[in-house]
């Protein structure tokens, strides 16, 4: 479950992805003004660690999957976004998710056990929280025969093809930050929003 609050950021998301797409090398977008598409998050059991990816369309209708996760510290060796103040919870580290072993261990096990996004719920002071729906769906394929590894170091490489390959306890993961739209030919996460959908990772 996660579990969002209706608070002020600053500097906000919107104004974080532009300036860190830029910096990318994924990014092929003339100027960093992008049209958000929607997120998904995934848990961190320790409960420490928001997981979230972005969906963003540029001005040339290039969809890109930006992967994100926030922190309370700073993340030893981990690809900073930036920081951002929180209203409710404070200050915030923003780290590029692919060099966070917390969230490729759970994109590891959403894959490997055929999972999903968590479910999304609003706090709300002195009630249960309520239940909204996500904007974009993912489902894992399931792997046989693959055991997920604790994941304490990872080595995370950008390549050319808009893609970063992550290796950890022998596994590669590759992260397509341009979603492609193929069949799945082995273990992978598959996603879909509105308007659109592909396959956002694969193990190999």
Do not use: N
């Not at 320790?46 to 922190?71: F, K, M, N, S």
């Not at 096990?109 to 002071?125: F, L, M």
């Amino acid at each position: 479950m996660a579990l969002l609050y209706d608070a002020e950021l600053s500097p906000t998301k919107s104004r974080l992805l532009r300036d860190w797409l830029p910096r990318t090398s994924f990014y092929r977008g003339g100027d960093s003004d992008v049209d958000r598409l929607g997120a998904f998050r995934f848990d961190d059991p320790a409960g420490e660690v928001g997981i979230e990816t972005h969906l963003v369309r540029d001005t040339q209708g290039v969809v890109y999957q930006v992967p994100w996760t926030y922190r309370s510290a700073p993340l030893p060796d981990g690809r900073s976004v930036g920081e951002t103040e929180h209203s409710v919870l404070g200050h915030r580290f923003v780290y590029d998710a692919t060099t966070d072993p917390v969230y490729v261990r759970q994109l590891l096990v959403t894959i490997c056990s055929g999972g999903s996004e968590a479910e999304h719920y609003v706090h709300v002071d002195g009630g249960k929280p309520r239940k909204v729906a996500g904007t974009v769906r993912v489902r894992g394929s399931g792997a046989e025969g693959i055991e997920v590894p604790a994941v304490t170091t990872i080595d995370a490489t950008d390549e050319s093809d808009s893609r970063t390959h992550i290796g950890t306890a022998g596994i590669t993961i590759v992260v397509h930050h341009l979603p492609t739209v193929v069949e799945l030919a082995g273990p992978g996460l598959m996603g879909t929003w509105e308007g659109g959908g592909g396959v956002l990772a694969t193990i190999c």
